[in-house]
């Protein structure tokens, strides 16, 4: 699979990944019952959300979900703060 391409955040150096929503997160019955989990992976999306709450870093996550990518978990937290501001706007 070709590289996501990536956009610059207008400076502040880190790199935003553009990926469809396919390249990030499905749902599959057979999978953990249906739990969305990263594409590719069987980890489930809250796993991130939990290693944040509980004050871990994305690199924490990263480190011990190797099969997630960076680009990923980035993507899924941007795409999960526009739909939050969406539903509140």
């Known amino acids: 699979m070709p590289a996501p391409p990536f ?6 150096g880190t790199l935003l990944a553009m990926m469809d929503a396919k390249q990030i997160v499905h749902s599959d019955p057979e ?17 991130l959300l939990d290693y944040l709450e509980g004050g871990d870093t994305i690199e924490e996550f ?5 099969g997630v990518s960076r680009e990923q978990a980035i993507a899924f937290l941007e ?7 969406a539903r509140i706007a």
């Open 62 to 66: 990263l480190d011990n979900f190797p």
């Open 79 to 85: 795409e999960a703060s526009r739909a939050l501001l």
């Open 31 to 47: 999978v953990l019952g249906g739990m969305p989990v990263f594409v590719g992976t069987r980890v489930p999306v809250q796993a």
């Open 7 to 12: 956009v610059s955040d207008g400076g502040r």
